[in-house]
């Protein structure tokens, strides 16, 4: 099974300030295609999980630009450009290139 | 419009099995490439994948889950099934069914349905 570690768990952030969640894999994420099976997701207060960002970076309908993915391999990060008081809630990587699909702890995002 | 739906009981005893249901609409699980997955939360805890079940009927489950799990689909009925065999208070949770098609992410997530195991 891959381990996903996360990176900060707890992210305090001053609105239109820029952030970074960093991910670690226990194994290259890499595929024969040239994709990193890497997502991300944000679950805001109450809510269910949404999609980010799917194959390491590419942005899920609806999500603004000022979201992206970087990485390859077994290190991996998301970037928010600037905060904005909407962007609270839990954000998850998760590993999509093998079952069991496995998620990082979580990084609670919330504004200063 | 793709929706999916969680039904099931909100309070199961210690033992018992879980049946939960998935109905979903806006998209059809004989598609090529469409798959439909389990996943749970833990109260104040991250997020476990469960099990997935694919438009050809194939079939993936956690691995520590795997002798628990059993998924099923009715596809006239835009249905998913899962069903957890001896439940355990560890295993209060709220259970979420999602779309997955190819490797582009849980595009798609159902409400959420909170299951408490209890006494």
């Known amino acids: 099974e891959i381990v996903m570690t996360q990176s900060p768990l707890s992210l305090p952030v001053i609105p239109g300030e820029p952030a970074s969640i960093s991910c670690r894999s226990s194994?290259?994420?890499?595929?024969?295609?040239?994709?990193?099976?890497l997502d991300w997701y944000l679950q805001k207060p109450g809510q269910s999980p949404q999609l980010l960002i799917s194959?390491?970076?590419n942005r899920a309908s609806g999500v603004p630009d000022r979201f992206s993915g970087t990485g390859s391999g077994t290190d991996f990060t998301l970037k928010i450009s600037r905060v904005e008081a909407e962007d609270v809630g839990v954000y998850y990587c998760?590993?999509?290139?093998?079952?069991?699909?496995?998620f990082g702890q979580g990084t609670k995002l919330e504004i200063k | 419009q793709v929706t999916l739906r969680e039904s099931g009981p909100a309070l199961v005893k210690p033992t018992q099995t879980l049946t939960l249901t998935c109905t979903f609409s806006?998209?059809?699980?004989?598609?090529?490439?469409?798959?439909v997955s389990w996943l749970r939360q833990p109260p104040g805890k991250a997020l476990e994948w469960l099990a997935r079940?694919?438009?050809?009927?194939?079939?993936y489950y956690r691995t520590s889950l795997k002798t628990r799990l059993t998924i099923s689909k009715d596809t006239s009925k835009n249905q998913v099934v899962l069903t957890m065999t001896n439940m355990d208070p560890v295993d209060t949770a709220t259970y979420y069914c999602?779309?997955?098609?190819?490797?582009?992410?849980?595009?798609?997530w159902g409400q959420g349905t909170l299951v408490t195991v209890s006494s």
């Open positions: 999602a779309r997955i098609v190819g490797a582009k992410g849980f595009d798609y």
């Open positions: 806006g998209f059809s699980l004989t598609t090529s490439g469409v798959c």
């Open positions: 079940i694919d438009w050809d009927d194939d079939k």
């Open positions: 194994q290259s994420l890499l595929h024969s295609s040239g994709y990193n099976y």
């Open positions: 194959l390491n970076s």
């Open positions: 998760m590993q999509g290139l093998q079952t069991p699909y496995t």
